[in-house]
């Protein structure tokens, strides 16, 4: 019985914390662009905030640089538990068209646990509700924790 | 002197991770300094492993938002390295692309701003006005941010008279929307207490520390590539440079409110003339400009954006450089956060001055060789190269 009301009430409140490790910045105004009033994430109990420890939700945009992965690594070990993972974007993913750069990491899934994928270069707003919908029906099922 | 105080590189301020390095006596900055090393991936290294036609994937990857300048840029430069020429039609095409992404540039500008100053209902509305924007990319270019309409020879897709027709009605529209930022921007008290005097460059700095874009034009230097060096059609299309002498945070948000205005009207411009003919001239996707060096300067939403080649003959450049922007700026913004002659800057305009120039740190990163003293090597470029072959 309190497993099932957890998770429910972390379905209905994913907060969001957003960190550029890389990205061109398009993928980061997309999601921003989700946020905004059109797409309206904030309907769905999304909502961005700006401290690691108020946060459930790590969005991740960019291939990882070598210069960024231990304050990710740092940022990452701040939010508290429970806490998901979700990588923004192809190059978040597999590196993209940062394939074969010297200074990046080619992936997010080599440096922290990542629970979603996001493909799109970049990524548009209605990917964004999408995947925040994944995890919101994810976490009600207690799939995740 | 003073005690450091870091500020990022993870800040709910900073959209990008950025380290602004701040050594404060009290409430007062007395010296700063920025560190913009984070996102650092090594694209123009990257650019030398591919060939031209490839190339231009990544260079449009160098940033999202002024993707559309990086593409001209980058179609520019090889097109005259090559002796490639694209069709007259294709040139004004570009421009209304450009002019458009210089548009949706500075009204996401506009919201981060209003975010920083902690004004949220405008950070909201300046998004919902960006996206009838997006939505004319997407009609005429096939994509709401990263474009990939520039191509080598031309651009990608063509418009038709019911587009055109449809994004004049938008943009007349939006210039209403516009005029009334203008007037909040110029009426509001809390927004003239928060950015009035605020991050202050005078005339004289600015020249000196050769501020680009809107910054140069706010400090009173009428400094814009479209008129000093035009690179498409700018000579004929009629457009003013904005220019403002308040030299703080509020004349550069009111030189890009008034560049929309502008780009509003070169826009409809633009399409009231698009001569008639072919949009692309077929290239081969393997094709070798003869050896060489070429560069080629476009004004990009945020100042001055330069791209340099160098080719031996082959299908893949020598050598690749990109200046962007916020490069440029970085030596201002540093300047304006520092307290000095009687004008002290708060902790608190931090934020709000180090968004008024418009950061976009990720086409900015680049790299620096150090020898095992920690001093900076400053070598020619053919050395360069010389040591990356490891001769």
Same mark, same amino acid.
């Given at each position: 019985?309190?497993?099932?009301? %957890?998770?429910?009430?972390?379905?209905?409140?994913?907060?969001?914390?957003?960190?550029?490790?890389?990205?061109?910045? %398009?993928?980061?105004?997309?999601?921003?662009? &989700?946020?905004?009033?059109?797409?309206? %994430? #904030?309907?769905?109990?999304?909502?961005?905030?700006?401290?690691?420890?108020?946060?459930?939700?790590?969005?991740?945009?960019?291939?990882?640089?070598?210069?960024?992965?231990?304050?990710?690594?740092?940022?990452? #070990?701040?939010?508290?538990?429970?806490?998901?993972?979700? &990588?923004?974007?192809?190059?978040?993913?597999?590196?993209? @068209?940062?394939?074969?750069?010297?200074?990046?990491? #080619?992936?997010?899934?080599?440096?922290?646990?990542?629970?979603?994928?996001?493909?799109?270069?970049?990524?548009?707003?209605?990917? @964004?509700?999408?995947?925040?919908?994944?995890?919101?029906?994810?976490?009600?099922?207690?799939?995740?924790? | 002197?003073?005690?450091?105080?870091? /500020?990022?590189?993870?800040?709910?301020?900073?959209?990008?991770?950025?380290?602004?390095?701040?050594?404060?006596?009290?409430?007062?900055?007395?010296?700063?300094?920025?560190?913009?090393?984070?996102?650092?991936?090594?694209?123009?290294?990257?650019?030398?492993?591919?060939?031209?036609?490839?190339?231009?994937?990544?260079?449009?990857?160098?940033?999202?938002?002024?993707?559309?300048?990086?593409?001209?840029?980058?179609?520019?430069?090889?097109?005259?390295?090559?002796?490639?020429?694209?069709?007259?039609?294709?040139?004004?095409?570009?421009?209304?692309?450009?002019?458009?992404?210089?548009?949706?540039?500075?009204?996401?500008?506009?919201?981060?701003?209003?975010?920083?100053?902690?004004?949220?209902?405008?950070?909201?509305?300046?998004?919902?006005?960006?996206?009838?924007?997006?939505?004319? /990319?997407?009609?005429?270019?096939?994509?709401?941010?990263?474009?990939?309409?520039?191509?080598?020879?031309?651009?990608?897709?063509?418009?038709?008279?019911?587009?055109?027709?449809?994004?004049?009605?938008?943009?007349?529209?939006?210039?209403?929307?516009?005029?009334?930022?203008?007037?909040?921007?110029?009426?509001?008290?809390?927004?003239?207490?928060?950015?009035?005097?605020?991050?202050?460059?005078?005339?004289?700095?600015?020249?000196?520390?050769?501020?680009?874009?809107?910054?140069?034009?706010?400090?009173?230097?009428?400094?814009?590539?479209?008129?000093?060096?035009?690179?498409?059609?700018?000579?004929?299309?009629?457009?003013?440079?904005?220019?403002?002498?308040?030299?703080?945070?509020?004349?550069?948000?009111?030189?890009?409110?008034?560049?929309?205005?502008?780009?509003?009207? /070169?826009?409809?411009?633009?399409?009231?003339?698009?001569?008639?003919?072919?949009?692309?001239?077929?290239?081969?996707?393997?094709?070798?400009?003869?050896?060489?060096?070429?560069?080629?300067?476009?004004?990009?939403?945020?100042?001055?954006?330069?791209?340099?080649?160098?080719?031996?003959?082959?299908?893949?450049?020598?050598?690749?450089?990109?200046?962007?922007?916020?490069?440029?700026?970085?030596?201002?913004?540093?300047? /304006?956060?520092?307290?000095?002659?009687?004008?002290?800057?708060?902790?608190?305009?931090?934020?709000?001055?180090?968004?008024?120039?418009?950061?976009?740190?990720?086409?900015?990163?680049?790299?620096?060789?150090?020898?095992?003293?920690?001093?900076?090597?400053?070598?020619?470029?053919?050395?360069?190269?010389?040591?990356?072959?490891?001769?």
């Amino acid at each position: 019985m309190l497993v099932k009301i %957890a998770n429910w009430a972390k379905a209905r409140s994913l907060w969001l914390l957003f960190i550029n490790t890389g990205a061109c910045n %398009a993928c980061d105004i997309e999601v921003l662009a &989700a946020l905004s009033p059109r797409y309206d %994430a #904030e309907r769905f109990g999304v909502l961005l905030k700006g401290s690691p420890r108020h946060a459930d939700v790590l969005l991740v945009t960019g291939p990882v640089t070598r210069q960024v992965k231990n304050r990710l690594i740092r940022i990452y #070990e701040q939010i508290p538990h429970p806490k998901f993972v979700v &990588a923004v974007g192809t190059c978040t993913a597999s590196g993209g @068209v940062y394939d074969n750069c010297y200074n990046v990491y #080619e992936g997010l899934d080599k440096v922290l646990p990542v629970n979603l994928y996001i493909p799109g270069c970049p990524v548009r707003p209605e990917a @964004v509700l999408d995947a925040m919908k994944l995890l919101r029906e994810k976490l009600a099922r207690g799939e995740i924790h | 002197m003073g005690v450091y105080l870091p /500020m990022g590189p993870q800040h709910p301020l900073h959209p990008e991770a950025t380290l602004v390095k701040l050594r404060v006596e009290g409430e007062h900055v007395v010296d700063a300094d920025v560190d913009a090393s984070f996102v650092h991936r090594g694209i123009e290294k990257a650019l030398e492993h591919k060939t031209y036609t490839q190339g231009l994937y990544l260079a449009e990857r160098i940033c999202g938002i002024c993707n559309v300048a990086h593409t001209t840029c980058y179609t520019t430069n090889v097109e005259s390295l090559a002796g490639i020429e694209a069709p007259y039609r294709a040139l004004y095409l570009r421009l209304a692309v450009e002019e458009l992404a210089r548009i949706h540039s500075h009204l996401l500008w506009l919201g981060l701003f209003a975010h920083t100053m902690g004004f949220e209902t405008l950070f909201m509305l300046a998004f919902r006005d960006r996206e009838p924007v997006l939505d004319l /990319m997407e009609e005429i270019t096939g994509g709401r941010v990263t474009t990939g309409y520039n191509v080598i020879g031309g651009v990608r897709r063509d418009v038709d008279p019911g587009l055109v027709f449809k994004i004049k009605g938008v943009l007349t529209q939006l210039k209403e929307r516009i005029l009334k930022y203008k007037e909040l921007f110029e009426s509001d008290p809390v927004i003239q207490a928060r950015t009035r005097g605020v991050g202050y460059l005078s005339k004289n700095e600015a020249g000196e520390l050769l501020a680009v874009g809107p910054v140069a034009r706010a400090s009173a230097i009428a400094r814009d590539v479209r008129i000093d060096d035009p690179y498409l059609t700018h000579e004929e299309v009629p457009f003013n440079v904005i220019v403002y002498d308040t030299c703080d945070a509020w004349g550069r948000a009111m030189v890009r409110l008034d560049e929309i205005l502008e780009s509003i009207n /070169m826009v409809q411009y633009t399409l009231d003339h698009l001569p008639s003919g072919e949009v692309r001239v077929k290239v081969p996707p393997f094709f070798r400009p003869p050896p060489g060096e070429m560069s080629s300067r476009v004004e990009a939403p945020r100042g001055s954006l330069l791209h340099y080649v160098k080719s031996d003959g082959s299908d893949r450049p020598v050598r690749y450089r990109v200046r962007t922007p916020t490069l440029a700026n970085l030596a201002s913004v540093v300047t /304006m956060l520092r307290s000095r002659n009687g004008k002290i800057v708060h902790i608190a305009d931090v934020p709000v001055i180090f968004s008024s120039i418009d950061p976009c740190i990720c086409c900015t990163a680049r790299v620096t060789i150090f020898d095992e003293r920690g001093h900076v090597l400053e070598k020619p470029l053919n050395e360069l190269l010389d040591m990356r072959r490891g001769r």
